[in-house]
């Protein structure tokens, strides 16, 4: 009897072993030898199979099942077998009853794919979701006697889509580009507060300082809030802060608080039941040592704290700081612009008040220049009237600029208005463009000009219309050196266009897209002039959107330019002003032409002589040669006539190109030169008058705009002898000019007899170093020269060079000596580096000299350079006694520059302090 019910079990697993040790006798089933044979077969599917099945028999739905089922009931098995499911899974027989009854009352199948169940098998009530299929078992008559179902748990399936869904609605908020940190943080926790069943409860702790505060909370009914601080303290957290955590997490530990109920009564999950634990974690920031902020969130008391669960709360804190992270920059993004914006107001406000400020001084600067000029009963003589017209030309062009400035200042700030009136667009493009004719044609060039009347009046401002063209073609003359320029007007149905064309020297493509920025400007580009803004193209830009058009360009490197301002109809039809027109039509262009017209004015190739009675009676320099390089014709003429009136011979280039050829031809005294300037500028011709030998030591004087000391440190860096910014005072000029002349006779005088300047520190052999005597020491001091010495060489240093200089104790001083130096040292090959490098010890040594020199028995600072055995010596020796700087005034840049390039040494006695400083050759 017993043989049949070990076979009915065998190959049933572990399952059906204890299915065949259990006696069935004692239960509704009855002995396995009783049942039918449809019970058999029936028992035999659900263990052969690796499915999760369980087999419901008898009114007392007594419990058969296979391994693959008893992995699903946990702890309930093996007591579950043969027993009444309904005791076995009481907690969750109110979702099963209705389906199990169904299929016994009707025989049909039913199947439902996530069914959420309360189980408690693993020692809390858990939520798990099933696929559950039941299907009606039969007897051996047929009749319904029980239930086969068939199921799989999905709950891990059903739960991470869950929180997957959580994870990227917070991403959807993590581009933090609407709202501030604040808000985010909200509006993160609104999201969260959506998804109870994975994070009961959330707060969020953002740092400020060294300080903790909630930005915002979630979780039941909020009331839950006041059980968690509003703030903590990092420096003095408090018992509250340690018990939820938040200190540990906010020095970057996770942290897991297990007794949330006792603070927080709060029920969660899908039964309602408290809530236990919840996880304190630090929110990541760039900076790993100090986070974010901290996220506290609660625990679901129907799902277990496994891995999974605690990997997503790590990735809810990653995503959370993301969103703040973008949000905070974003917010700080936002201040940035609104600083700028503000910054740019408050600079286009100052533009505008300056800009107005300015026109009061130039009407009373241009009214009495005219007045002067046009007064028939006081004529001026004729070189009264040349300078008088110099000074009112600049002043209108000074005029023009701050209209620009203006105009430009207005449109940034959004100020700007269109007067729009009817004008006959045609005939006004064609006037303006007259205006440029006599220009153009004396550049050598030709104009075309088609303007044929429109089919339709035109409303637009008539200023702004004559600034675009005027600027256009001011453009054009510019840059066009050969060739024609032709300006086209025309029309078809939708718009009306102006076209500015040239055969120009063209725009890169690389340029083409920054052409119209305010202060772009094309570097390297030949042109007539250096001078200009750079607003000039971005004003037409701005100005034809303003009138309701736009501008466009074509261009081709090496043949020419093309600009395109189009005009809508529907913008020329707007409404026009009525009212007196302003008598002011051509005033912008005719300045612009007078402007072009000193580009196209060319110096005079001979040499520009002194009058006869010119420059002092008895004056050493006089006759001296000077060869002046400007871009602007004014300038030129004005330092000619002040030069040649000191009895000295200028000659007058337009670019440092010219400037290079007139010196290779005819070798001046002095060069005096711009820096900004076409073709060749100021700072590359210096250059190149250093890496020649033959111009090497001839004194050059640099004039330039750009004010500041990085500008006067480039200069004199690249071997100028001396540096003045303009506006300049004429005898400033006129002193320093000497100065120069009479440094480069003194060392070499050879230079003044007609001899090789490159050999004459050879052919004089120095004299001892002594006391200097009264006389040659004070003159020299007066008229800042240079007392050439021949030091003594008692350590036998100097046998390839010794030579000495006295120079007076004056901040000028430190150019001459670079000069004199440098010449020295250059006749000696030395390496280019190792020469800079000593320069720029030997400038610190002679500043120090100069500024700390305490009542100098004699007001002079002695150079002496050695060069021997390989080493190089340079000593430079001041008379005063030493005075230290207060520390706020020494950044200790002068004793860092000399000890990098040189070994230093300072004696520092009652009579005076040497500084020397000794170089390797190689």
């Known amino acids: 009897m017993t043989r049949p019910s070990t076979d009915l079990f065998v190959g049933g697993g572990d399952t059906g072993r204890l299915m065949a040790q259990l006696d069935w006798a004692d239960t509704p089933l009855g002995p396995v030898g009783e049942w039918p044979q449809s019970l058999r077969a029936a028992v035999r599917m659900v263990l052969s199979s690796r499915y999760p099945m369980l087999l419901l028999w008898g009114e007392s739905y007594s419990q ?22 309904r005791v076995t899974l009481a907690e969750g027989w109110h979702v099963l009853a209705p389906l199990i009854e169904e299929a016994m009352a009707t025989g049909v199948a039913s199947w439902v794919p996530a069914l959420q169940l309360l189980l408690e098998r693993a020692g809390y009530r858990e939520e798990a979701y099933f696929s559950v299929s039941h299907a009606p078992a039969r007897d051996d008559d047929g009749r319904t006697v029980g239930v086969l179902t068939v199921c799989s748990e999905v709950t891990q399936q059903v739960v991470g889509e869950r929180r997957l869904r959580l994870l990227r609605d917070l991403s959807v908020l993590g581009d933090g580009r609407t709202v501030d940190v604040d808000a985010t943080g909200a509006r993160l926790i609104d999201v969260i507060d959506g998804h109870p ?4 409860f959330a707060a969020i702790y953002l740092r400020d300082g060294t300080a903790l505060r909630r930005v915002a909370c979630t979780g039941g009914d909020q009331g839950h809030a006041r059980a968690l601080p509003d703030a903590v303290e990092l420096t003095d957290p408090g018992p509250p802060a340690y018990a939820w955590g938040l200190v540990d997490a906010a020095e970057g530990r996770a942290t897991q608080v297990i007794d949330v109920a006792d603070r927080l009564p709060l029920p969660a999950g899908p039964w309602n039941d408290p809530v236990r634990t919840a996880l304190a974690l630090p929110l990541p920031s760039a900076d790993e ?28 804190a990653q995503q959370i700081s993301v969103a703040l992270r973008n949000a905070q920059e974003y917010e700080e993004e936002r201040r940035r612009i609104e600083a700028m914006a503000e910054l740019d107001r408050v600079k286009t406000d100052f533009f505008a008040n300056v800009s107005h400020e300015f026109r009061t001084p130039l009407t009373l600067i241009l009214g009495p220049l005219t007045d002067a000029l046009t007064d028939a009963t006081a004529p001026l003589a004729a070189v009264q009237r040349e300078r008088v017209e110099t000074g009112w030309r600049n002043a209108t062009r000074l005029l023009t600029l701050v209209n620009s400035l203006l105009t430009f200042s207005s449109l940034e700030a959004g100020r700007a208005r269109s007067d729009a009136r009817v004008v006959d667009l045609a005939a006004l493009t064609a006037e303006l463009a007259g205006v440029f004719r006599a220009a153009v044609e004396r550049a050598g060039l030709t104009l075309e000009v088609s303007c044929p009347p429109l089919p339709r009046p035109v409303a637009v401002d008539p200023v702004n219309w004559e600034r675009i063209v005027t600027n256009l073609l001011s453009n054009a003359l510019k840059y066009t050196f050969i060739g024609r320029i032709r300006v086209t007007l025309d029309a078809d149905d939708e718009e009306v266009r102006l076209t500015v064309a040239d055969t120009g020297i063209g725009i890169a493509e690389r340029d083409l897209p920054k052409l119209f920025e305010r202060f772009h400007r094309v570097r390297g580009a030949r042109s007539r002039s250096h001078e200009g803004t750079g607003i000039g193209l971005a004003l037409v830009h701005e100005l034809a959107r303003l009138e309701g058009g736009d501008v466009r360009v074509t261009s081709q490197v090496g043949v020419g330019s093309r600009f395109t301002v189009t005009l809508p109809w529907s913008a020329a039809h707007r409404t026009a002003v009525t009212g007196p ?3 002011a039509r051509g005033d912008a262009a005719r300045a612009a032409v007078e402007e072009a017209m000193g580009w196209l004015t060319e110096p005079d190739d001979a040499l520009t002589e002194p009058e006869p009675a010119s420059g002092p009676a008895t004056d050493e320099l006089a006759g001296a040669r000077i060869l002046l390089a400007d871009d602007n014709a004014d300038m030129r003429a ?39 300037m076409p073709v060749l500028d100021g700072f590359d011709l210096v250059r190149r008058l250093r890496a020649d030998p033959t111009t090497r030591t001839l004194p050059v004087l640099v004039l330039s705009a750009r004010a500041g000391g990085e500008a006067s440190v480039e200069g004199l860096s690249l071997g100028a002898d001396d540096y003045l910014v303009k506006p300049f005072a004429a005898a400033e000029l006129i002193a320093r000019i000497r100065a120069s002349i009479r440094r480069a006779r003194d060392r070499t005088p050879a230079a003044v007899i007609g001899g ?77 580096d190792v020469l800079e490098d000593l320069l720029l010890a030997a400038s610190e040594a002679m500043n120090n000299a100069v500024e700390h020199a305490q009542r100098p028995s004699r007001p002079e600072v002695r150079v002496r350079v050695q060069v021997g055995g390989g080493l190089v010596r340079i000593s430079v020796r001041d008379f005063g006694t030493w005075r230290d700087r207060r520390p706020a005034m020494d950044r200790g840049r002068g004793a860092l520059l000399m000890n990098a390039y040189g070994d230093v040494r300072l004696v520092s006695t009652a009579e005076g302090t040497t500084v020397t400083i000794e170089r390797r050759l190689a």
């Open 64 to 85: 058969l099942y296979n391994d693959a089922y008893s992995a699903l009931i946990g702890d309930k098995h093996p007591a579950a077998l043969g027993d009444d499911v």
């Open 289 to 316: 040592d100090q986070p974010l902020g901290v996220l506290l969130a609660g625990v679901s008391p129907s799902r277990g704290l496994d891995e999974g669960y605690r990997s997503f709360h790590q990735l809810l």
């Open 197 to 200: 069943l994975d994070v009961p």
């Open 638 to 676: 004005y330092l000619t006539r002040l030069l040649t009136g000191q009895g000295w011979r200028v000659r007058a280039v337009t670019d440092g190109r010219q400037a290079l050829d007139e010196i290779r031809r005819d070798l001046p005294d002095l060069v005096l030169t711009d820096v900004m």
């Open 581 to 583: 027109v302003m008598d």
């Open 756 to 832: 090789d300047p490159t050999t004459v520190a050879a052919a004089a052999p120095p004299a001892p170093v002594g006391p200097v005597p009264p006389t040659p020491v004070v003159e020299p001091v007066r008229d800042a020269s240079v007392v050439v010495e021949g030091p003594a060489d008692p350590d036998g240093l100097g046998d390839l060079l010794d030579v000495g200089w006295t120079y007076p104790s004056a901040p000028t001083s430190a150019a001459a000596m670079r000069r004199d130096v440098r010449g020295a040292l250059g006749e000696l090959d030395v390496d280019p």
